[in-house]
């Protein structure tokens, strides 16, 4: 295999348009970007670790190279996978975690269905009824549709919200009824420690909205599903992401 796509690479040069600047870099091809951005957005791997990984495959490219394509490759990416998905379902599990970002305490605001799959976060300064109406005038409009059934923490904030808006679900509250959107701040905190916490708001916002679309693809729910199922379901998703990231 490392044979294979090292035969792959290109000799020519390609611009790269980086902050203003024309940065020459050598030009590789798509199989090669594609399984890259794959590792870096599916494990809890750091730019160096994919490096690493390439290397042992006889590709020699640089972790700042794995980052350019992930900038650049990442969103498209992520907003095909996003296409393809089918509608979740009409219970929403909404939560809030801190995260410290540049030695400030900031929140991610979160927005899973009652199986897990992500349907949006937002990182904000506050924790009040300002931010929950924001992610939740966010789902409806990108979601499409209204839940029937909205489980979340006692904080306050989510009720007036839901008042402000004229949402007519059902909404739950209890000490273990959120556990949903509890578990599924886990995956975020694996990257935020290999990440050594995200560095800006805006940065943190861009990655968290490339690898949820990434983490649904792939989160089979191994743990309900037997070794065949998990097969099917795997090659399911690695055709989902091929099919998504044809273009690169």
């Not at 979740?88 to 991610?108: F, N, R, T």
Request: net charge positive.
């Amino acid at each position: 295999m490392s044979h294979q796509w090292a035969g792959l690479i290109l000799r020519r040069k390609v611009a790269f348009q980086d902050d203003a600047h024309l940065v020459p870099l050598p030009s590789f091809p798509p199989p090669v970007i594609q399984h890259a951005v794959w590792l870096y957005l599916r494990f809890a791997l750091s730019y160096r670790d994919v490096e690493d990984l390439l290397a042992e495959r006889g590709l020699d490219i640089s972790y700042e190279t794995i980052r350019r394509w992930v900038l650049k490759f990442g969103p498209d990416f992520a907003r095909r996978l996003r296409k393809g998905r089918t509608r979740p379902s009409g219970k929403w599990h909404l939560d809030e975690m801190v995260v410290c970002i540049a030695g400030q305490q900031l929140y991610l605001w979160r927005a899973v269905d009652h199986e897990g799959e992500v349907l949006d976060m937002l990182v904000k300064r506050r924790r009040d009824k300002r931010a929950a109406l924001k992610l939740m005038r966010k789902l409806l409009k990108k979601q499409g549709f209204a839940p029937t059934v909205v489980v979340t923490d006692k904080l306050k904030s989510y009720a007036a919200a839901f008042r402000k808006l004229g949402l007519g679900a059902r909404h739950e509250q209890g000490l273990r009824a959120n556990n949903r959107a509890e578990n599924s701040h886990q995956p975020v905190r694996r990257r935020e420690r290999k990440m050594q916490r995200f560095k800006s708001p805006v940065s943190a916002q861009r990655f968290l909205n490339l690898h949820a679309a990434v983490y649904n693809t792939f989160n089979v729910q191994r743990h309900l599903i037997t070794r065949p199922t998990l097969r099917t379901f795997r090659g399911e998703a690695m055709m989902q992401w091929r099919a998504a990231t044809l273009t690169a």
